[in-house]
């Protein structure tokens, strides 16, 4: 992306015309957009992906946990996912997705019951296209780690996964070819 298409797209002249270009980046977590509209402008996206990681660990626990919630559960079904995130997770969009067998869908279930009644927040890591069978030994791992550091680790996978989905949008119609 251009820096010309960058300040038209992430420094909009309104809180509401950024909100809406950056929601899908962060599955629209509302408290934490609000503060990086209040952040603006941003010169690069490196600058912005750096404001929002800050951001993201220096709020409030509540609105951290928020951001994190935001997301959907690992392996959760099509129909609860955003477009970014069924591709994401495997999903195409104009085909019916390819069942996991029943035991890993039961296991992501009763992993992320787990993970949530643990730790009080959703799992939310980055998943890049590997499959949900792939991310179940992590995600078993992390419920012997410490509250604090899944909540940092959750929070730098919430900005990770926005920088992926940054590189992966159209170009701006103001761009030329």
């Known amino acids: 992306m251009s820096p010309s298409a960058w300040g038209s797209v992430l420094d909009a002249p309104t809180d509401e015309a950024y909100v809406a270009a950056i929601a899908p ?3 629209g ?20 992906f750096a404001q929002a990681r800050a951001r993201a660990h220096d709020m409030a626990e509540d609105e951290q ?4 919630d935001a997301h959907p559960r690992l392996g959760a079904r099509p129909g609860q996912l955003s477009a970014m995130s069924l591709a994401e997770q495997g999903y195409d969009d104009d085909a019916e997705p390819v069942a996991d067998p029943i035991d890993v869908a039961s296991e992501l279930e009763r992993l992320n019951a787990d993970y ?5 927040f959703r799992y939310c ?18 419920l012997g780690e410490e509250r604090d550091a899944e909540l940092h680790r959750g929070l730098d ?4 996964i926005a920088v992926d989905r940054f590189s992966t949008l159209p170009p701006n119609d103001e761009e030329t070819t």
């Open 125 to 142: 890591v980055f998943v890049a296209g590997r499959t949900r069978e792939v991310l179940l030994p992590d995600m078993a791992a992390a």
């Open 29 to 48: 977590a509302p408290r934490f957009l609000a503060h990086l509209a209040a952040a603006r402008p941003f010169e690069t996206p490196d600058a912005f």
């Open 25 to 27: 980046l962060f599955e």
């Open 157 to 160: 996978a919430v900005i990770d």
């Open 65 to 68: 946990i928020e951001l994190l």
């Open 116 to 120: 949530e009644a643990r730790f009080g």
